[in-house]
């Protein structure tokens, strides 16, 4: 799991965004899999996680960025990305590539690109349209992972559903294909 996040770090920073995005959009789905007890992945499950790892990353990373004198200052912020929300998002464009879905409280949802504007718009509402900086919902899932699998990667649960996780084998997976790196 640690590997695809690197992998998504590298993503992003090589400007792969489409490959960022739609991995981060997975992220949700395959620690509320790894954490639960049949190893699936549900609806249910990937707006739990997200409502509790993911979301609340945009708020630490707002918090961090003010000043100690200040924080008492700062009353309600909140990410208007909600689970429902996410989720509805991540099913348009992952099954559809659509990047807006009937459901939605949004008439869409626009990612802007890194270093596309000297401006950053994050969780900003448009005419309908909810505006998200790529870069930063991608980092706030990684954060979010991190903190999960510091707490969770070590519990009977993860190291169960881990063992079927889809790994690199640098060397192959014998008896199928060995001498060459594969996933399987």
């Known amino acids: 799991m640690r590997l695809l996040l690197e992998q998504l770090e590298n993503s992003l920073d090589s400007g792969n965004y489409y490959l ?33 790892w993911g979301r ?15 924080k008492a200052f700062v009353t309600f912020i909140e990410n208007p990305l909600d689970g429902e929300a996410c989720y509805l998002f991540r099913c348009s464009l992952l099954h559809q590539g659509k990047a807006a879905h ?12 890194p270093g596309s504007t000297t401006n950053v718009i994050h969780y900003g509402v448009m005419n309908g349209a909810l ?13 979010g992972v991190r903190m999960w699998l510091d707490e969770f990667e070590s519990s009977e649960q993860y190291q169960r559903n881990y063992a079927d996780f889809v790994q690199r084998h640098p060397t192959g997976l014998a008896p199928y294909i060995v001498g060459v790196p594969v996933i399987a």
């Open 56 to 70: 609340p990353r945009f708020v630490d990373t707002i918090l961090e960025k003010v000043p100690e004198h200040s």
């Open 20 to 52: 960022s995005l739609f991995t981060a959009l997975t992220l949700p789905d395959i620690a509320g899999a790894l954490g639960s007890e049949d190893g699936l992945a549900t609806g249910a499950k990937y707006k739990e996680w997200y409502e509790r």
């Open 131 to 143: 505006c998200i900086d790529l870069a930063s919902f991608c980092k706030e899932m990684i954060l």
């Open 102 to 113: 009937p459901k939605s409280q949004f008439t869409q949802i626009i990612f802007i690109e």
